[in-house]
């Protein structure tokens, strides 16, 4: 059953109680390790439901255009009292809806339409925002792209600064969506300074490693610096801009009223509560053993023959080439799916297959970290792998249910917050 229960939905709604309560009991049966994926504790699952969604409140706390904003104010406020604390930064926004929209407002405070902004490619790691020719920021703008070194698998910072130098983008984003490596924001803050361009940092996927001091922070290098709440950072889907002083009024402009109307008030207290969770001393215990247990794992998966971009991983992110392995990533991660381990199929840089049937696997250990997975199960896990892509390389169904049997039996020592056996 979905923890908190879920009486009200079953009663009057059968048919989506069914379906959520199916989706608690998969997220507590299969071995999560989608690196942007997590399981937010019961605290912030009950301020997600809250009666603050049926508020409407424009504006920022104290300049709001709807009155009866008795308790959103000080709710917002501690949230971004809270992001401030915990990232050490002058400013934070904690209204945007997500990730995308959060870095549609850099643009829209700092660029216009048809000049240059800067990022990483999307086949390369960057994220479809930083300039992918099919999102609104490589079609209402000019995105010029960076990538790795085919020889290294690492962000080529001669590449970065010449293109910098030569395209003066308005806006670089440093970040990305598949960077198995520490992002090197020095690097990135001198060329943005060369260059005369703002630096953005994206810091989605490595937010709750920064917060827990498992990867080095931004601030300092980037006055800007987008996340959303909900990967590492263990927090509701929602997202949040954080900037020194000079860059804090076009933010907040560009968010409400440039891009968005009300914020969502019961995501903005779900992420005051995952913020509080963030500042607790065990925090820093699970982002040092997130980064712990990838590096397990891709030592585990490196000793069965797999190839890692990059060689390995410095943070949560594993990203494999399954080219030497005789399978595509897609195959690979719909039979991994059969066997109970839940990942997803990714391009790798130079991919010579199609996006949507790429070379490579994307995955990652913020989610069974926080149910308490050690190094010590990462040998294991790397084993299932390894007998399940093995086993789809050669159209054999036969290991994939038993797999998915024994994982079930493992993580049944390892509860998940939000689902429970018991009714
Ligand atoms: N969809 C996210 C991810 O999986 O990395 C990025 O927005």
């Known amino acids: 059953m979905h923890q908190p229960p879920i009486p009200q939905i079953e009663a009057t709604d059968p048919e989506i109680a069914g379906l959520i309560n199916g989706e608690a009991r998969r997220q507590s049966e299969k071995m999560r390790l989608i690196p942007s994926e997590n399981y937010v504790s019961l605290a912030v699952l009950e301020a997600c439901g ?13 300049r709001r255009y709807y009155e009866g904003q008795q308790f959103i104010d000080p709710i917002e406020t501690i949230a971004i009292e809270r992001a401030q604390a915990l990232f050490g930064v002058d400013h934070a926004n904690v209204q945007p809806y997500s990730g995308s929209p959060a870095n549609l407002a850099v643009y829209l405070a700092f660029a216009q339409p048809g000049d240059t902004i800067m990022g990483m490619a999307l086949p390369m790691g960057g994220h479809l925002t930083h300039g992918a020719a099919v999102s609104v920021a490589g079609r209402w703008f000019r995105p010029v792209q960076y990538g790795v070194r085919r020889d290294t698998g690492r962000i080529d910072f001669d590449e970065v600064r010449d293109l910098a130098l030569r395209e003066r983008p308005k806006v670089i984003f440093a970040g990305g969506t598949a960077v198995p490596r520490t992002i090197d924001f020095p690097a990135f803050a ?31 290098y980037a006055p800007v610096i987008t996340t959303t709440t909900h990967k590492t950072l263990r927090g509701p889907r929602g997202a949040m801009i954080m900037t020194d002083a000079e860059h804090a009024s076009p933010i907040d402009k560009a968010v409400f009223p440039g891009l968005q109307g009300g914020p969502h008030n019961h995501t903005t207290a779900a992420i005051a509560v995952a913020l509080h969770e963030a500042a607790a001393p065990s925090f820093r215990a699970y982002a040092a053993q997130v980064v712990a247990n990838a590096a397990a794992l891709a030592a585990a998966l490196q000793e069965r023959g797999y190839d890692l971009v990059s060689g390995g991983t410095d943070n949560h992110l594993l990203l494999v080439d399954l080219t030497s392995k005789g399978i595509g990533g897609k195959p690979a991660a719909k039979a991994l799916d059969r066997a109970g381990i839940e990942l997803n199929f990714n391009t790798v840089p130079f991919d010579t297959r199609r996006p949507f049937d790429p070379s490579g696997i994307r995955l990652g250990t913020p989610a069974i970290t926080t149910r308490g997975l050690t190094e010590q199960h990462m040998p294991l896990l790397a084993a299932w792998m390894d007998e399940a892509i093995t086993a789809a390389a050669k159209d054999d169904e036969g290991p994939l249910e038993r797999i998915a049997a024994e994982i079930r039996d493992l993580l049944t020592a390892f509860p998940a917050p939000g689902w429970s056996a018991q009714p």
């Open 50 to 62: 809250t009666v603050l969604t049926n508020k409407y409140s424009e504006g920022y706390p104290g």
């Open 190 to 220: 001198e060329i943005a300074a060369e260059a005369g361009a703002v630096l953005v940092a994206d810091i989605a996927h490595i937010a709750g490693l920064i917060a827990g001091g498992a990867h080095p922070s931004p601030v300092g």
